[in-house]
């Protein structure tokens, strides 16, 4: 927008949006990456962090996060952010109806993968303002053909399934890969088995 003339010397509306002071964010999936969206958020004085998980989090009562149902957690939520593994019960649990019960002012982010979402149903409430609008970081395919409706549309940001692409992180990535590798070479327990 701003390369194409949309940036004015004063338009004190242009590109706002909605704050998360006061906003209930509910967030699927209450792993590591959960809670950690769970501990930024909350430093931006939102109103309640609501999570779903087929798990009760020990870190629930320090995040002062509330674990609720999955239809709960999507009407009640001005923000809703996945972040849960894609599994057989995760597979397209965005759907259509999800996102029906979501409020149409609902921000949509998805940090987890691409198969969690029916990517049709999404772009179908992106379009007719079912939900406000979407970020995503991965999509379903990846990368995301350079026709998909998904890039026409202005209440959608897309990123390139960056989301862990800091040179720490990849630095980590890298290091707990060689460990798997020489500790199965050893014969030794892996410390990351991924089972």
């Not at 999507?74 to 995760?90: G, H, R």
């Not at 109806?97 to 149409?104: D, I, L, P, S, V």
Request: net charge positive; glycine share 8%.
């Amino acid at each position: 927008e701003a390369k194409t003339g949309g940036w004015v010397a004063w338009a004190p509306t242009w590109m706002t949006g909605p704050g998360l002071a006061g906003a209930t964010v509910g967030i699927v999936g209450f792993g590591r990456i959960g809670q950690s969206v769970a501990k930024r958020v909350k430093s931006f004085n939102t109103s309640r962090i609501l999570y779903f998980d087929c798990m009760q989090s020990p870190a629930e009562a320090e995040i002062g996060a509330v674990k609720v149902g999955f239809n709960q957690l999507l009407t009640e939520s001005d923000f809703v952010v996945c972040c849960a593994a894609l599994t057989p019960e995760t597979k397209e649990i965005f759907n259509k109806a999800a996102f029906k019960k979501m409020k149409r002012t609902a921000i949509f982010v998805n940090t987890s993968r691409g198969g969690i979402v029916d990517q049709d149903a999404l772009i179908d409430a992106l379009k007719n303002n079912t939900i406000r609008a979407a970020g995503l970081d991965v999509t379903t395919p990846e990368p995301l053909p350079l026709d998909s409706p998904l890039f026409k549309l202005k209440n959608c940001i897309i990123l390139p399934h960056i989301a862990s692409a800091s040179i720490e992180a990849r630095n980590m990535m890298s290091e707990l890969t060689a460990n798997n590798i020489l500790a199965a070479l050893k014969g030794k327990e892996m410390p990351a088995e991924i089972k």
